[in-house]
């Protein structure tokens, strides 16, 4: 009898106090509780690792080599458990070559469905072009000069796996003697044997022949039987040339080919599809004027050029009056208001033009010659082509920007792809349509009664996938949109629309806060999108804070009491109303409006200082202009895919980046940003990991592990043995653990099973050896204090203020329950970013504002809830408003609307996502956003607000 539940016996994974929990199969279920109580540790680490574990588990040896094995959880038993599949919150793909119509698979079905029903055209006539016949293919070879000696080649195998033994001895057997197998000639009497695992492309030489005109008849039968083997393709080999002939596709009036039409051809990862000059990227690094003259108000004799900076002072000045005696400038005109002819000479060269120019050879002599001027750019690219170390490289790098590739204008495909259409439209136009058009577009196509018949499955797969986009709030975004732009949370939901693409049934989803990135208005549609997954048959559990996905679910588990050690405890578990009626339940208490976030009294109001952003068109922003005031508590708004990131990340960050530290970030197109002398530091603190190795800790980060240190230095044990500062760290030599180099672990690599990490047997787990640890401080050595979470170290060092300060931040930003030593590659990335909140909140009490001024320093956050629960939110916005009231300005991108309702000032985007998006709806108190009828946002503050 199948299992109707999935019951979990004596968890005790992370934090988990030995645990059981019984959860429905077939329903929604939420595991919701404060930061750090266990909830991802239950979900993620015990119920899906065991389930992913199993499977893995009943693989064959071969294949489980290939596969990423999870440890066995720390639980007694699992029952009832399905096959599982995770959708975390991660950092999107890396690949430049990912997109997201590669990535949903979307685009899979694209490059089928122009493979086998769009109609090529020339690429350059764009007449609809045919086959050739053999006679017209005669007829063409025979136009070539008469003597010159050709082959004609069978193309047998393109692009396929295997060793083709077979095929080849097959040909060898019909009397063929030889063939190209990847480029190379063979006799097939002695081919090689090649790799199964590597795709190879095989031509069989079916005849070699000199053009004359007594080759006729021969010529014919010879590509009659190319044709035969080739599947209608034959290639002719003249020289170091190669002419592709098809009986399918060629154009009769350009005497142009087209390659064969396959869904390769539409692949901008595989050879023949992507274009020859960027590979496929759609973009090329390029070296760009405004990095080489990014202050255009200077002139050529105030160092404007930047690599002209490297040169001797005298040469540079003489370099900039030979010029402007030449072309009759003077050189303490501003570079921007130059002649365009002169700018153009300065960067890329004179050509063939000679200038007269002159030099000091040091003797008192000048030696003067003609000569064309190079011009910086052609320089910098010789620079950087002759470049023998990387410091070399990097130099000329710096001058470099990336652009559209001008050759497929971005769209990464060769122009033979981009010639077949699909009524009117090529695939790289039908790939930048937002995904709601494109859905629109497909479902108003007309086919005639062939084409209809081969694409019916083709585009019902297409516009189901799509749908499932657009159901869980995607519809703004575009399929060729490169995976390396999207928001964890676009990510997510775009793994979980492929997911549900997939229509699998007994299966168990678990997924991490699928609402973080969406707008209230999105998340109903999410919410509905995850009752179809369950609807169909599956098991849905999700790690959620949100209230309205709460509200929805079938089955609520709460856990608590606390954080880290505090936590693990299941301390609420059924219905919502069943959650909400349970005392000691704080999520129940939230709900059930028990405990609320509290309405804000009197808001500050905006002075006249504020930041003014004019005419930001960045992406799908409509020439925007808006103010940002200073020394308040500013929160943007808009619903996904309106424009929020684009202007607060891309615009106005970056571009304060570019005024204020002359960085080289490049910024979104705006046309001016004023205001910015006003504040004297801008910071982003964003969700990237604190470090990249398990080396770095919220202890390392935050400057608490440097006092610590200093501390033990000081204790007259270290003195006596003459130990520094240093003796205590764990990445030096001298005090740590050579056996494990201060790891603490050491890595064992096992086949077929996950390597495995076991205690280092000298140091037993404590990174320092055995010198270092016998230094302690009231009873705790360097090791043990590491171990301590963030509360104990604060009653540990009570007496010690410079510690005890920086812990203090790290309590106020609800993170008291992580260890000291934690490793930054365990951490969440809204832990991440509350512990660089922290490091700014313990630096409050620093000089951070200039006397009389206000804002001094410009704090941006996207989405600072992602991970919070309703009370750990209550305890961001009381750090955030101490920031404010020591003179700061927050600027909040958030969905939230208990932080919404919080803020002083808001900038609503919209009114939709995508190219309907990009526009300033509502600007004002959260009361007046909620008064605005055009605001979504305001729609969903008005309930929140009581209005």
């Given at each position: 009898?199948p299992?109707?539940e999935?019951?979990v016996?004596?968890?005790?994974?992370?934090?988990l106090?030995?645990?059981?929990?019984?959860?429905?199969?077939?329903k929604?279920?939420?595991?919701?509780?404060?930061?750090?109580?266990?909830?991802?540790?239950?979900?993620?680490?015990?119920i899906?690792?065991?389930g992913?574990?199993?499977?893995?588990?009943s693989?064959?040896?071969?294949?489980?080599?290939?596969?990423?094995?999870?440890?066995?959880?720390d639980?007694?038993?699992?029952?009832g458990?399905?096959?599982?599949?995770?959708?975390?919150?991660?950092?999107a793909?890396?690949?430049?070559?990912?997109?997201?119509?590669?990535?949903?698979?979307?685009?899979?079905?694209?490059?089928?469905?122009?493979?086998?029903?769009?109609?090529?055209?020339?690429?350059?006539?764009k007449?609809?072009?045919?086959g050739?016949?053999?006679?017209q293919?005669?007829?063409?070879?025979?136009?070539?000069?008469?003597?010159?000696?050709?082959?004609?080649?069978?193309?047998?195998?393109?692009?396929?796996?295997?060793e083709?033994?077979?095929?080849?001895a097959?040909?060898?057997?019909?009397?063929?003697?030889?063939?190209?197998?990847?480029?190379?000639?063979?006799?097939?009497?002695?081919?090689?044997?090649?790799?199964?695992?590597?795709k190879?492309?095989?031509?069989?030489?079916?005849?070699?022949?000199?053009?004359?005109?007594?080759?006729?008849s021969?010529?014919?039968?010879?590509?009659?039987?190319?044709?035969?083997f080739?599947n209608?393709?034959?290639?002719?080999?003249?020289?170091?040339?190669?002419?592709?002939?098809?009986?399918?596709?060629?154009?009769?009036y350009?005497d142009?080919?087209?390659?064969?039409?396959?869904?390769?051809?539409?692949?901008?990862?595989?050879?023949?599809?992507?274009?020859?000059?960027?590979?496929?990227?759609?973009s090329?690094?390029?070296?760009?004027?405004?990095l080489?003259?990014p202050?255009?108000?200077?002139?050529?004799?105030?160092?404007?050029v930047?690599?002209?900076?490297r040169?001797k002072?005298?040469?540079?000045?003489?370099?900039?009056?030979?010029l402007?005696r030449?072309?009759?400038?003077?050189i303490?005109?501003?570079?921007?208001?130059?002649?365009?002819?002169?700018?153009?000479?300065?960067?890329?060269?004179s050509g063939?033009?000679?200038?007269?120019?002159?030099?000091?050879?040091?003797?008192?002599?000048k030696?003067?010659?003609?000569?064309?001027?190079?011009?910086?750019?052609?320089?910098?690219?010789?620079?950087l082509?002759?470049?023998?170390?990387?410091?070399?490289?990097?130099?000329?790098?710096?001058?470099?920007?990336?652009?559209?590739?001008?050759?497929?204008?971005g769209?990464?495909?060769?122009k033979?792809?981009?010639?077949?259409?699909?009524?009117?439209?090529?695939?790289?136009?039908?790939?930048?349509m937002?995904?709601?058009?494109?859905?629109?577009?497909?479902?108003?196509?007309?086919?005639?009664?062939?084409?209809?018949?081969?694409?019916?499955?083709?585009?019902?797969?297409?516009?189901?996938?799509?749908?499932?986009?657009?159901?869980?709030?995607?519809d703004?975004?575009?399929?060729?949109?490169?995976?390396?732009?999207?928001?964890?949370?676009?990510?997510?939901?775009?793994r979980?629309?492929?997911?549900?693409?997939?229509?699998?049934?007994?299966?168990?989803?678990?997924?991490?806060?699928?609402?973080?990135?969406?707008?209230?208005?999105?998340?109903?549609?999410?919410?509905s999108?995850?009752?179809k997954?369950?609807?169909?048959g599956?098991?849905?559990?999700v790690?959620?804070?949100?209230?309205?996905?709460?509200?929805?679910?079938?089955?609520?588990?709460?856990?608590?009491?606390?954080?880290?050690?505090?936590g693990?405890?299941?301390?609420?578990?059924?219905?919502?109303?069943?959650?909400?009626?349970?005392?000691?339940?704080?999520?129940?208490?939230?709900?059930?409006?028990?405990?609320?976030?509290?309405?804000?009294?009197?808001?500050?109001?905006?002075?006249?200082?504020?930041?003014k952003?004019?005419?930001?068109?960045?992406h799908?922003?409509?020439?925007?202009?808006?103010k940002?005031?200073?020394?308040l508590?500013?929160?943007?708004?808009?619903?996904?895919?309106?424009?929020?990131?684009t202007?607060?990340?891309?615009?106005?960050?970056?571009?304060?980046?570019?005024?204020?530290f002359?960085?080289?970030m490049?910024?979104?197109?705006?046309?001016?940003?004023?205001?910015?002398q006003?504040?004297?530091?801008?910071?982003n603190?964003?969700?990237t990991?604190i470090?990249?190795?398990?080396?770095?800790?919220?202890?390392?980060?935050?400057?608490?592990?440097?006092?610590?240190?200093?501390?033990?230095?000081?204790?007259?044990?270290?003195?006596?043995?003459?130990?520094?500062?240093?003796?205590?760290?764990?990445?030096?030599?001298?005090?740590?653990?050579?056996?494990c180099?201060?790891?603490?672990?050491?890595?064992?690599?096992?086949?077929?099973l996950?390597?495995?990490?076991?205690?280092?047997?000298?140091?037993?787990?404590m990174?320092?050896n055995r010198?270092?640890?016998?230094?302690?401080?009231?009873?705790?050595?360097?090791?043990?204090?590491?171990?301590?979470?963030?509360?104990q170290?604060?009653s540990?060092?009570?007496?010690?203020?410079?510690?005890?300060?920086k812990l203090?931040?790290?309590?106020?930003v609800?993170?008291?329950?992580?260890?000291?030593?934690?490793?930054?590659?365990?951490?969440?990335?809204?832990?991440a970013?509350?512990?660089?909140?922290?490091?700014?909140?313990?630096?409050?009490?620093?000089?951070?504002?200039?006397?009389?001024?206000?804002?001094?320093?410009?704090?941006?956050?996207?989405?600072?809830?992602?991970?919070?629960?309703?009370d750990?939110?209550?305890?961001?916005?009381?750090?955030?408003?101490?920031?404010?009231?020591a003179?700061?300005?927050i600027?909040?991108i958030?969905?939230?609307?208990?932080?919404?309702?919080?803020?002083?000032?808001?900038?609503?985007?919209?009114?939709?996502?995508?190219?309907?998006?990009?526009?300033?709806?509502a600007?004002?108190?959260?009361?007046?956003?909620?008064k605005?009828p055009?605001?979504?946002?305001?729609?969903?503050?008005?309930?929140?607000?009581?209005?």
């Amino acid at each position: 009898m199948p299992y109707e539940e999935i019951i979990v016996r004596g968890a005790r994974t992370h934090n988990l106090k030995n645990i059981d929990i019984t959860i429905p199969k077939n329903k929604l279920v939420v595991i919701t509780g404060l930061s750090g109580s266990g909830k991802s540790s239950l979900a993620f680490d015990t119920i899906y690792a065991e389930g992913q574990r199993r499977y893995v588990e009943s693989l064959s040896a071969y294949a489980r080599q290939f596969l990423t094995q999870m440890d066995k959880p720390d639980v007694d038993s699992i029952e009832g458990l399905s096959p599982a599949i995770s959708i975390e919150q991660r950092n999107a793909s890396k690949n430049p070559r990912s997109t997201v119509g590669t990535s949903t698979e979307i685009y899979d079905y694209l490059r089928l469905l122009f493979a086998r029903v769009g109609k090529p055209h020339c690429p350059s006539c764009k007449r609809p072009i045919s086959g050739q016949t053999i006679s017209q293919m005669v007829d063409h070879i025979l136009g070539m000069p008469e003597g010159t000696k050709f082959a004609i080649l069978s193309p047998i195998i393109s692009g396929r796996k295997g060793e083709h033994a077979k095929e080849l001895a097959s040909l060898a057997k019909q009397g063929f003697i030889r063939a190209r197998i990847d480029g190379e000639t063979v006799e097939l009497s002695d081919s090689p044997k090649l790799d199964k695992k590597k795709k190879h492309d095989i031509d069989l030489f079916v005849d070699r022949l000199e053009v004359k005109p007594s080759i006729k008849s021969r010529l014919a039968d010879s590509l009659e039987t190319a044709l035969k083997f080739g599947n209608g393709i034959v290639r002719i080999l003249h020289g170091k040339e190669e002419t592709l002939l098809s009986e399918k596709n060629s154009c009769a009036y350009c005497d142009v080919s087209m390659p064969e039409i396959t869904p390769q051809l539409f692949s901008f990862n595989s050879p023949k599809g992507a274009c020859p000059d960027c590979d496929g990227l759609g973009s090329r690094r390029y070296f760009d004027p405004d990095l080489i003259v990014p202050n255009r108000n200077l002139s050529l004799r105030d160092e404007a050029v930047l690599p002209w900076q490297r040169m001797k002072a005298t040469d540079r000045i003489e370099l900039a009056s030979a010029l402007a005696r030449h072309y009759g400038f003077d050189i303490y005109t501003p570079f921007g208001e130059l002649p365009e002819k002169v700018q153009e000479v300065i960067f890329h060269g004179s050509g063939d033009e000679k200038i007269k120019f002159s030099y000091d050879t040091g003797d008192d002599k000048k030696h003067v010659f003609k000569a064309p001027f190079e011009g910086v750019i052609p320089s910098l690219e010789k620079k950087l082509r002759e470049a023998a170390t990387l410091s070399a490289q990097e130099y000329a790098e710096q001058f470099m920007n990336m652009r559209h590739c001008p050759t497929c204008n971005g769209t990464r495909l060769r122009k033979e792809a981009l010639s077949v259409l699909f009524d009117g439209r090529n695939i790289s136009e039908v790939v930048a349509m937002p995904v709601g058009e494109c859905a629109k577009f497909f479902r108003s196509v007309r086919l005639g009664k062939k084409d209809a018949e081969i694409a019916k499955k083709l585009m019902s797969e297409i516009i189901e996938r799509l749908s499932f986009l657009i159901d869980v709030g995607l519809d703004y975004i575009t399929l060729e949109r490169s995976s390396m732009t999207l928001a964890g949370g676009e990510d997510q939901r775009i793994r979980l629309a492929t997911q549900i693409g997939s229509a699998l049934t007994g299966v168990l989803y678990v997924l991490d806060e699928p609402s973080i990135g969406l707008h209230q208005r999105d998340n109903d549609r999410l919410i509905s999108t995850l009752k179809k997954l369950r609807d169909i048959g599956n098991t849905v559990l999700v790690v959620e804070h949100d209230r309205d996905m709460m509200l929805e679910a079938d089955h609520i588990i709460d856990m608590g009491p606390g954080a880290g050690m505090n936590g693990g405890k299941i301390i609420a578990t059924g219905s919502p109303a069943m959650v909400m009626k349970n005392p000691k339940s704080l999520t129940g208490q939230y709900l059930a409006g028990k405990i609320s976030l509290e309405n804000r009294g009197a808001r500050r109001s905006p002075s006249e200082a504020a930041i003014k952003i004019t005419g930001a068109k960045e992406h799908n922003l409509k020439n925007v202009d808006v103010k940002i005031p200073l020394g308040l508590f500013t929160a943007v708004t808009g619903v996904s895919g309106s424009g929020k990131s684009t202007l607060i990340n891309d615009t106005l960050y970056a571009g304060l980046m570019q005024r204020i530290f002359k960085s080289k970030m490049p910024a979104g197109a705006v046309d001016e940003i004023t205001g910015h002398q006003q504040i004297a530091r801008v910071i982003n603190i964003d969700q990237t990991p604190i470090g990249r190795t398990p080396r770095s800790n919220p202890a390392t980060y935050t400057g608490i592990f440097t006092h610590i240190r200093d501390l033990y230095a000081e204790l007259p044990d270290s003195k006596s043995r003459g130990y520094k500062p240093g003796r205590f760290s764990f990445n030096v030599k001298g005090g740590r653990c050579e056996a494990c180099e201060g790891d603490g672990i050491i890595k064992i690599e096992m086949h077929f099973l996950p390597d495995v990490y076991v205690e280092c047997e000298v140091c037993r787990g404590m990174r320092f050896n055995r010198e270092t640890l016998e230094v302690k401080y009231k009873g705790a050595s360097i090791a043990d204090v590491l171990r301590m979470t963030i509360n104990q170290a604060h009653s540990f060092f009570e007496n010690i203020p410079q510690i005890r300060h920086k812990l203090e931040t790290l309590i106020d930003v609800g993170l008291g329950y992580i260890e000291l030593g934690q490793s930054a590659t365990t951490l969440s990335g809204g832990e991440a970013q509350r512990i660089k909140l922290s490091r700014e909140l313990s630096k409050r009490s620093s000089p951070i504002q200039a006397e009389g001024g206000v804002g001094k320093t410009l704090y941006i956050l996207d989405e600072p809830t992602t991970g919070l629960h309703f009370d750990d939110v209550m305890k961001l916005l009381d750090v955030l408003d101490k920031l404010v009231a020591a003179g700061n300005t927050i600027v909040v991108i958030e969905h939230n609307l208990d932080v919404i309702k919080f803020a002083d000032y808001c900038i609503d985007l919209g009114p939709a996502g995508g190219a309907r998006g990009g526009e300033i709806v509502a600007v004002g108190t959260p009361e007046e956003i909620a008064k605005n009828p055009r605001s979504h946002t305001g729609r969903y503050l008005r309930e929140v607000l009581g209005e």
